[in-house]
């Protein structure tokens, strides 16, 4: 269908000019290419260009007169059954059956299902998930792993070359705390049981005592506001500093100047904390192709420093080596976005102490993504309460001639509902619980769906609908707004929910199953209504779908198309009987049915959901 709608919109773009030149009307950079976009009505027929209107302002022409010159142009085309021209000069297209039910049945023997390779020679770093070490990965980073992870399949199954990077926090400020708190308060029991939980517990005991010596009241919040904080991000301490932020300044120098036991103590708090994240990865299926951690970059951050300083784009400011962008005035692009219009505060890539930050280690990233992994595009995937430092970073990657384009994969933050789950230690909540949580009602559920299923087959389908529900949560809505989340919404079989597809897949499946014979590659599809015409349109739009995440990192979007393609066939299957059909029509209604279940389970892989033959 895409190619289709570049030749409609190139032939479309050749008779305007044609047209244009003809009649003396220039127009300045004329499109190769007008745009051709899906209908909105099924009265406007299938597609709609509506370019003429814009033209014709420019080249001070009637806009019908321009639509009349595209409908010249198209007149004849193998695809079309009908143009028109509609209100003031838009230009309606529509399809042939015949020319649908050929593409329709092609799909059959096209295992890509019509996916281009768009991606070849391209190389994308997609940088997601990122916790952070000795902390156990919160909400934030799970939409970070759930959203990279779908972006990451989207885009190598369009050829992309993409090179996955677990950017995680195993440097900062932090490992000195935890280096004096381990020593002091470490449970050897509790960590060996759960290496993360406790680390997260001696890092909250750290604050506990920081703010004791501090002659405050121990505030428990705080433990909710460290642990979602970047690793680096610079201490702000007033006044004079308590004993034992002394002390872990004093262990972090030796850390950094590396000193043997305090080096061994964050190499096993690492290597601890990677066990525990890969755990989860393994069970949401998450590979990464590096895990270049902050601490990959240490050695670098010297010459970093240099190198902006020697181009004149940081300079000193009190010590510290800053950015500056008011100078050269730089705006903030009006995006939507919490942040204003306004201009960026200064960049510190080197504190006054001689500390190396954040804003550092992610210059020096950049550098390695763009010069060794050759990288075409760049996506960094957080939450939304990163989107200052990004804008000043991809400001300085400005100033340094990047030209490549470098993109913020921006989200907003889950909540939970009240009593969703309970918390534990530091008001965190463990992904890993939630999972849990997830299997435990969707095993339930199971059960009283399908009273047949086996213990073993039971558990299965609660392994996959529970993962696949907490992932199509995350991954249905927008990613920009924020979402809230409840195990009735995520869970359920009503909806726009992964259940729902989950369970239209296995009832697709065994309707094929039923007919008692493979759906044949060589059937003639015939469109008999506008239903069936429909279900024939969407399995065909699949590409678009997903060309569309992969250029806009929108996930939601394959999932409201793969919403629609389950609903579609279920109208389709309310009304046009598939098995009891006479012979023609039921080698063809099979493949429509077939169809559907091809497409529903390769664009849920593409999210990182899975599918069950029977549930
Ligand atoms: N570790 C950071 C956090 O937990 C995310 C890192 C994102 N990537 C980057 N290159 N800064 O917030």
Not at 106 to 127: E, F, K, N, T
Request: glycine share 8%; net charge neutral.
């Amino acid at each position: 269908m895409l190619d289709l709608l570049s030749d409609l919109g190139r032939r479309a773009a050749a008779a305007l000019a044609t047209h244009l030149a003809a009649t003396g009307g220039a127009v300045d950079g004329l499109p190769a290419e007008l745009p051709v976009v899906r209908a909105g009505k099924p009265e406007f027929g299938d597609f709609q260009i509506s370019a003429c209107l814009q033209i014709a302002k420019q080249a001070k022409r009637p806009p019908r007169e321009l639509a009349e010159a595209v409908v010249r142009g198209l007149t004849g085309h193998e695809a079309l059954a009908k143009i028109e021209i509609a209100g003031p000069g838009f230009v309606n297209l529509h399809l042939t059956d015949g020319w649908l039910a050929n593409r329709v049945a092609a799909r059959m023997s096209d295992p890509r299902l019509g996916l281009r390779p768009v991606g070849r020679d391209q190389r994308v770093v997609i940088d997601y998930s990122a916790p952070n070490v000795a902390k156990p990965m919160h909400i934030g980073h799970i939409r970070s792993t759930i959203v990279g992870a779908a972006l990451h399949r989207t885009l190598k199954a369009l050829a992309y070359d993409v090179i996955a990077d677990n950017h995680i926090g195993d440097w900062g400020t932090q490992f000195g705390k935890l280096i004096v708190a381990y020593r002091r308060w470490n449970d050897q029991a509790a960590y060996a049981a759960d290496p993360v939980t406790e680390l997260l517990r001696l890092y909250v005991a750290f604050s506990v005592e920081e703010k004791r010596e501090r002659g405050e009241v121990a505030a428990t919040a705080t433990a909710t506001a460290t642990a979602t904080e970047p690793a680096t991000d610079e201490e702000e301490v007033q006044g004079p500093a308590p004993p034992i932020l002394e002390e872990a300044r004093r262990e972090l120098v030796k850390l950094q100047a590396g000193d043997a036991e305090n080096h061994a103590l964050w190499q096993k708090f690492i290597a601890d904390s990677r066990h525990a994240f890969q755990e989860i990865y393994d069970r949401l299926g998450v590979t990464f192709d590096y895990w270049l951690g902050e601490s990959t970059y240490n050695g670098l951050l010297p010459t970093v420093v240099q190198e902006l300083r020697r181009r004149g784009i940081a300079r000193d400011s009190r010590g510290a080596q800053v950015i500056f962008f008011d100078e050269q005035g730089e705006v903030l692009a009006a995006e939507r976005a919490p942040i204003e219009n306004a201009k960026l505060p200064p960049f510190i890539v080197q504190k006054s102490d001689g500390g190396f930050n954040y804003a550092s280690t992610d210059v020096a990233t950049l550098a390695i993504r763009l010069g060794l992994f050759g990288a075409s595009r760049i996506l960094i995937v957080t939450d939304e309460r990163q989107q200052l430092h990004f804008r000043q970073l991809f400001a300085v990657a400005r100033r340094m001639g990047v030209t490549v384009p470098v993109e913020h994969i921006w989200f907003g933050l889950m909540r939970m509902a009240e009593g969703t789950i309970k918390t534990r230690e530091g008001n965190v909540i463990h992904l890993a619980d939630l999972l849990d949580e997830a299997e435990r009602r969707a095993t339930v559920a199971a059960g009283e769906h399908n009273p047949e299923l086996g213990d073993e087959e039971r558990r299965d389908v609660g392994r996959v609908v529970g993962i696949g529900a907490v992932k199509y949560n995350d991954l249905s809505k927008d990613r920009q707004t924020l979402v809230t989340f409840t195990f009735d919404k995520a869970l359920s079989l009503q909806g726009n929910t992964a259940p729902y597809l989950q369970y239209a897949y296995a009832r697709i499946r065994s309707i094929v199953r039923k007919s008692g014979e493979a759906p044949s590659p060589s059937a003639t599809v015939i469109l008999g209504d506008t239903v069936e015409r429909d279900l024939a349109r969407r399995i065909l739009a699949y590409p678009e779908a997903v060309e569309t995440v992969a250029r806009t990192c929108r996930p939601h979007v394959l999932c409201d198309y793969l919403y629609e393609l389950a609903t579609a066939f279920s109208t389709f299957y309310a009304d046009h009987p598939v098995l009891k059909a006479e012979p023609t029509l039921r080698a063809s209604r099979l493949v429509l049915t077939e169809l559907t279940a091809r497409v529903l389970r390769d664009g849920l892989s593409l999210l990182g959901i899975d599918v069950l033959e029977r549930m």
